[in-house]
């Protein structure tokens, strides 16, 4: 009898214990199930980090950032040092989903047909598209398809025909950036420059609220005014 | 230095570095001193684009290599590299038929016993102030003390896409941190960039986290811009880890980004600058009936045009039968000037025992049409993965698209994965 309630007992345990490490399992992503059953986490991980906060779950990909910078040594233990690349490596000219489209259950960045909404992202929230690309890499592939100038021809400008950009530009220069960025080669200096043709850009009062500002010093002052 | 020419030295350097990587393929890990890391891709894809007005066939195969070699001799010494090369096999655009770049190219030392880190070569950098995965060639070192205090150091030349010439470009920047037990770390940063003689990137920084609980954290950042006194960015999340077979998570985020923040000072538009915007996400993650549900609410607050953009997500995924197969879907709806809703529909399943089915769809649904009479967009995807023999793989996928630029396109790709 005493046997029996062992046997039932030790199976019982087992059950309850390997549901837990199936559940476990799923969530911690990376496929060390033998450290995992052999309950050794602290040998590689550093206790002091709770084990949540390194559980990749739905929401990992938004929050991974501040994991990465601060305790980068903790993802080094499963990831190797070019794990970082496969998503940031933004000069590759090939998206990580296209680079890997088995990998359905990653989170890669511009999943599906992405060029047909970044417009919309890009006005949304532009400074995600600026965390990894610079504006060379929008300006280049926008004159290759002939939406920009430098194109053979401009057959897609977006703007409509009657385009007030100065107006649109006051409102909300952000959009404007999402394309006519480009440094000190910017568009808007081509005209706007001082004594350019498109005239003096800031509006009334602009040298009274910036005494401290030296145009012929201060940058970005001295791209228009200076040298 | 002429940009061709700095070109053509970088591809030399890439290749001699590739050839190097190639090469160590062959040596067996197991017969050296050092334990060597390798995976190499090659991939090639073929697909119609629009080049100018022409539409062409682009069939480009590139090669990606990742090698790490580590305790090389000395415990603790590394040699890491990661590049990528592609050539178009088909059409080539503007004579750029090569195209390559050294991601990664560095030799490191790390030690636990003696904490210390450093490293020398091409990275990326992220510390503190630094922009995201700051790429650069320089020096990196890290030390800690037992005590919980932490010092990060690095300086080098900034690998610029606006200007080829790297001429007297350079950047450095510090990280110093404390640590409290397992309870709390403040961080203080500062980053300097510089082209010539002018002031790109001059950021103090501040980050930390704090463990209310067990349960419960805050993590947080902070950077502030000198040359214009004035925040740049910043973002505070609070984590909630809730003791229930249901919930998983929820956490809220709330940050604040500036035009400045990603133009970088050397925009002359940061002057006229007013895309300051707020944002506020509230997200949360459940289980239900082995479903992990992840979901969430984003809002977008821009300061000067007091207009807002609206985010709400769904995120659904299930393993069945262990986890042979696997489906996922997600629902996402943005109200913005322009307002969309994507759905994506996902599935995988472990056909044999070495062969892998799966099946990826993306739909954009825009509420009025934009760009050319264009109302949706969608891609779908096939692929197969096959383990031919132990560390090879093979991959093969066809995927079909339309939207913006194309009322529907396919687009075939093949990968061959060697990984030890």
New interface residues.
């Given amino acids: 009898m005493k046997e029996r309630i062992a046997v039932i007992t030790w199976l019982f345990f087992l059950t309850c214990v390997s549901n837990v490490l ?1 559940a476990t399992r ?1 969530q911690v992503f990376i496929q060390h199930k033998d450290t995992i059953q052999e309950a050794r986490c602290s040998t590689c991980h550093d ?4 084990l ?2 390194l559980t990749h ?3 990992w990909v ?2 991974h ?2 994991v ?3 305790r ?1 040594a903790e993802c080094e233990k499963c990831h ?3 794990y ?2 496969e998503c ?2 933004f ?4 998206k990580p ?3 890997n ?2 990998d ?2 990653s989170t890669f960045p511009h ?3 992405w ?3 970044h ?2 992202e890009a ?5 995600r ?4 690309h ?4 929008c300006y280049d592939c926008h004159v ?3 939406y920009a100038p430098g ?3 401009l ?1 897609r400008n ?1 703007h409509p025909s009657a385009w007030n950009h100065g107006t649109e ?6 959009k ?2 999402s394309c006519h ?4 080669a ?1 568009d ?2 081509e005209c706007h420059r001082a004594g350019g043709i498109g005239g003096n ?1 800031h509006p009334p009062g602009w040298v009274e609220k910036h005494p401290g500002l030296d145009r012929e010093t201060d ?3 001295i ?2 005014h200076g040298r | 230095m002429n940009r061709s020419f700095t070109s053509m030295c970088s591809r030399g350097v890439f290749f001699f570095l590739y050839f190097f990587a190639v090469l160590s393929v062959g040596v067996p890990a197991s017969s050296s001193a050092y334990s060597l890391h390798t995976r190499l891709r090659t991939i090639v894809t073929v697909y119609p684009d629009v080049r100018g007005n022409v539409e062409a066939t682009l069939a480009p195969l590139y090669e990606f290599a990742d090698i790490e070699a580590l305790d090389v001799g000395v415990k603790g010494l590394e040699v890491v590299f990661s590049g990528w090369a592609k050539v178009e096999t088909w059409d080539w655009w503007k004579e750029e038929r090569w195209k390559g770049s050294l991601l990664y190219g560095y030799v490191r030392f790390r030690s636990s016993d003696a904490r210390l880190d450093t490293k020398v070569g091409r990275m990326l950098i992220n510390a503190g102030a630094a922009p995201l995965t700051l790429q650069m060639d320089g020096g990196y070192v890290s030390f800690s003390t037992k005590g919980g205090t932490s010092i990060n150091l690095y300086t080098g030349i900034p690998l610029n896409d606006m200007d080829g010439s790297r001429k007297g470009d350079w950047l450095a920047g510090f990280r110093a941190g404390h640590r409290w037990g397992t309870r709390a770390e403040l961080g203080v940063s500062y980053f300097l960039q510089k082209e010539r003689e002018d002031v790109n990137f001059n950021r103090l920084g501040f980050d930390g986290w704090f463990h209310i609980s067990p349960s419960m954290n805050i993590t947080g950042y902070l950077s502030y811009d000198i040359t214009y006194s004035r925040l740049h960015d910043s973002s505070v999340t609070f984590s909630y880890y809730p003791a229930s077979r249901m919930w998983k998570l929820f956490a809220v985020e709330a940050g604040t980004k500036s035009a400045m923040s990603f133009l970088g000072n050397q925009s002359v538009l940061s002057v006229f600058a007013s895309g300051d915007y707020a944002n506020l996400k509230v997200s949360g993650l459940f289980e239900v009936s082995g479903v992990m549900v992840g979901t969430g609410y984003e809002f977008l607050m821009y300061a000067d045009s007091r207009t807002a953009a609206h985010r709400i997500y769904i995120k659904a995924k299930r393993y069945f039968d262990g986890e042979r197969y696997l489906l996922l879907l997600h629902a996402s709806r943005l109200r913005s000037d322009t307002s969309y809703t994507e759905l994506r529909f996902a599935a995988s399943a472990l056909i044999l025992t070495s062969l892998q089915g799966n099946v990826d769809t993306v739909w954009d649904v825009f509420d009025e049409e934009v760009r050319e009479d264009m109302l949706w967009s969608y891609e779908s995807t096939i692929s197969l993965k096959y383990e031919l023999v132990e560390n090879v793989k093979i991959t093969a996928a066809v995927s079909i698209a339309g939207g913006v630029e194309y009322t529907w396109r396919i687009k075939g790709m093949g990968k061959l994965t060697y990984e030890l």
């Fill in positions: 199936a799923r206790t002091s980090v709770r949540e906060i779950n739905a929401v938004d929050v950032k501040s990465a910078v601060n980068s190797s040092r070019t970082c690349a940031h490596s000069k590759q000219s090939l989903s296209e680079k489209p088995e359905v259950e999943r599906g047909n060029i047909s909404r417009f919309v006005k949304v929230e532009p400074d598209c600026y965390r990894c610079t504006q060379s890499y290759d398809k002939s194109s053979s021809s057959p977006p530009a006051r409102r909300n220069i952000v404007c950036v960025e480009r440094g000190a910017t808007c200096i850009p940058r970005p002052c791209f228009c």
